[in-house]
């Protein structure tokens, strides 16, 4: 799960060398490694150019090198660089390449069957230019095959941003774990399909790296997912309120409303104006509707602490009305979004502040949203990384925070962070962000911790997305999680 930055990457590779295992053992296993993995990609006998750059992925280059040649391929090495410049380990790989080495700026693609990118990998610290550049830009253009050894050359490894240009890899290898920047965009789309190859580097670094961000998968957070009990009761599985706005925008806190009651939550309740009664009760079966003028009101029907849960923001107004909606349900677990979240432009503190004594809190903006809401914090808005971005938003308002979008970003005020990787292009559509807000609140409901449970709806919102398959719709989206949850469950161990 653990996902590492260029920099801790480093560590481990420090780490391992210190605890025994020398540097030219792990890069012969990495090279061995990208080998095996170009071996996969085209017959032997074909022809395979191999790009290598002045540092460590070059080095990892020249062993891919010998090792496909002494496996009958046709391989020509071609390094960037004066030969000179090779330093260390790289120098000692490339000393045991008894083939020549051309200029890698001159370097022909004719007949090329497969091109092996060893430029740059993570090692990358500013844009790329010049030969480097040019290099780049013609390998795209010739429009071959490629391998990228650790990550596509010109892909910063931290933040998934093209530096300069990027080599458009049909397959990438990174070893002992992947990299932020395989899974951010636009990263992930020069990455091509992704192998993590263990080249002699123990698990036990880990620990002493301290990594804090993660794929989001289910392992990171199935541990803390409410499962039915046979014995159990609605009553135990929370009371959700879902807080609507008027009439002509009621149908996104239906949405949330009917997510949350899918995503697992005992008993959900629509809180509305009364003008948008009739339009809830006429649409909704399994949720029961209330009357509901105002803040006050709203005060008044949380009398009953059995109501534990709210989702403010689909449908519900922008303005200081929202404002003291949320004023009166601060004390409740809180999934915020959309509408509400717009409320507070440029006012993350002031939301802050109010939310400071919620027991959990989640806040789902897309990238429009967390501008408008961080507008006027440069400690927020600054950091070139999204994972950054989103974890410095998380501090500021001392709640789980989702950054969405295609590489979607939860990340937690204790620096923990996790980027989904799962969500199918046909997920952009509209409602889709309040079926997540629904389901995130499902989840707080039941007790599930905040970031947890931000991490866990963002997977479910993903495999239905994908369940569901082109064309969908949000209200497809509820349906299509009775399946993902069957799967999950059954991964779980869930008798059904």
Same mark, same amino acid.
């Given at each position: ?329 601060? $004390? ?45 914090? $440069? ?99 509820? $349906? ?17």
């Amino acid at each position: 799960m653990e996902l590492l930055t260029p920099d801790e990457m480093g560590r481990a590779d420090a780490l391992t060398i210190a605890r025994g295992i020398a540097g030219h053992v792990l890069m012969e296993n990495a090279g061995r490694a990208v080998a095996a993995a170009a071996a996969r990609m085209v017959e032997i006998g074909r022809r395979v150019l191999v790009l290598c750059g002045p540092g460590n992925n070059g080095g990892d280059g020249f062993v891919a090198a010998r090792h496909l040649a002494l496996a009958g391929y046709q391989v020509r090495v071609a390094l960037l660089g004066p030969r000179t410049a090779l330093t260390g380990d790289a120098a000692l790989m490339a000393e045991r390449w008894t083939g020549e080495v051309e200029a890698a700026g001159h370097a022909s693609l004719d007949g090329v069957a497969l091109v092996i990118d060893a430029l740059f990998g993570a090692g990358l610290a500013r844009d790329l230019d010049g030969a480097a550049r040019a290099l780049v830009e013609r390998v795209n253009e010739a429009g071959l095959p490629v391998l990228a050894v650790d990550l596509p050359s010109g892909i910063d490894g931290a933040t998934g941003a093209v530096r300069g240009a990027a080599i458009r890899a049909r397959a990438s290898i990174t070893f002992f774990r992947p990299k932020p920047g395989h899974v951010l965009l636009p990263g992930r789309l020069y990455t091509g399909a992704l192998e993590v190859a263990q080249i002699g580097i123990g698990e036990g670094v880990l620990g002493a790296i301290g990594s804090r961000t993660f794929a989001n998968r289910p392992a990171l957070w199935d541990a803390q997912f409410p499962v039915p009990r046979i014995d159990g009761h609605k009553y135990d599985r929370g009371h959700l309120v879902a807080v609507s706005g008027p009439a002509q925008a009621a149908g996104a806190t239906r949405l949330a409303a009917r997510a949350a009651l899918r995503g697992g939550a005992g008993l959900v309740t629509v809180a509305c104006p009364p003008a948008a009664l009739s339009i809830h009760a006429t649409n909704l079966s399994a949720i029961m509707v209330r009357p509901v003028l105002g803040a006050s009101e709203l005060a008044r029907l949380l009398e009953d602490a059995r109501l534990c849960t709210i989702v403010i923001g689909p449908g519900v107004g922008v303005g200081e009305a929202t404002r003291q909606m949320l004023a009166a349900c601060a $004390d409740r677990r809180l999934v915020l979004d959309a509408d509400l979240l717009t409320s507070f432009a440029g006012r993350a503190s002031d939301l802050a502040r109010q939310i400071a004594e919620a027991p959990a809190a989640i806040a789902t903006p897309h990238d429009g949203e967390f501008a408008r809401l961080f507008a006027g914090y $440069d400690g927020v808005l600054g950091p070139a990384s999204k994972v950054e971005r989103a974890r410095a938003g998380a501090v500021q308002l001392g709640a789980a925070l989702v950054l969405k979008g295609p590489d979607t970003v939860v990340a937690s005020p204790d620096g923990r962070a996790a980027i989904a990787s799962n969500a199918p292009p046909w997920l952009a559509t509209a409602g889709a962000g309040d079926v997540l807000a629904g389901i995130c609140g499902g989840l707080l409901a039941q007790g599930m911790p905040a970031f947890e449970a931000a991490c866990a709806a963002v997977w479910l919102h993903g495999e239905a997305a994908t369940e569901a398959g082109p064309g969908l719709v949000a209200d497809d989206l509820i $349906d299509a999680l009775r399946p993902v949850y069957a799967r999950l469950f059954k991964r779980l161990g869930v008798v059904g």
